[in-house]
């Protein structure tokens, strides 16, 4: 499966990522949200920075994925804490997923910058920030130069 994931370009995780600083992406929410369950060894995440400029600019491999179960705000925040050298979190990005009842962290390998290119959102009525898209060619736009 391939997901199309968005980035923290503030918290410049796409450069950590790049540079192999960073090998861990988190997502969480109160529920079960995207891409808790969703995501799984083996699939591929395709990287956009949130900026709204939307284009992928890398790519990388899922090696690992940690769905928390019911987290209390304390078993969040050492979650987070515990894993925090492969996430390298900012301090505001530390508030905003400490605390979450759900949590998944995936662990990623081969991280490659990419041809920057669009996708074709359309299909993904609510937008977030992490679209299972199944496979990348589906919503790949051609760049028109």
């Given at each position: 499966?391939?997901?199309?994931?968005?980035?923290?370009?503030?918290?410049?995780?796409?450069?950590?990522?790049?540079?192999?600083?960073?090998?861990?992406?988190?997502?969480?929410?109160?529920?079960?949200?995207?891409?808790?369950?969703?995501?799984?060894?083996?699939?591929?995440l395709y990287f956009i920075n949130n900026n709204a400029e939307g284009?992928?600019?890398?790519?990388?491999?899922?090696?690992?994925?940690?769905?928390?179960?019911?987290?209390?705000?304390?078993?969040?925040?050492?979650?987070?804490?515990?894993?925090?050298?492969?996430?390298?979190?900012?301090?505001?990005?530390?508030?905003?997923?400490?605390?979450?009842?759900?949590?998944?962290?995936?662990?990623?390998?081969?991280?490659?910058?990419?041809?920057?290119?669009?996708?074709?959102?359309?299909?993904?009525?609510?937008?977030?920030?992490?679209?299972?898209?199944?496979?990348?060619?589906?919503?790949?736009?051609?760049?028109?130069?």
């Open positions: 499966m391939d997901h199309v994931v968005y980035l923290d370009a503030a918290a410049k995780e796409l450069d950590l990522l790049l540079s192999r600083q960073k090998t861990m992406i988190i997502r969480g929410a109160t529920g079960r949200k995207l891409p808790y369950g969703r995501v799984a060894q083996g699939d591929v284009l992928v600019r890398a790519w990388a491999r899922v090696t690992n994925v940690l769905n928390s179960e019911k987290l209390s705000a304390d078993e969040s925040a050492a979650l987070v804490a515990r894993h925090q050298q492969r996430l390298r979190l900012t301090g505001k990005q530390t508030a905003h997923w400490a605390g979450k009842r759900y949590l998944v962290l995936i662990e990623v390998v081969d991280v490659a910058a990419l041809e920057p290119f669009p996708i074709d959102k359309s299909a993904f009525g609510n937008m977030d920030d992490w679209l299972a898209v199944g496979q990348i060619e589906k919503v790949r736009l051609q760049r028109s130069e």
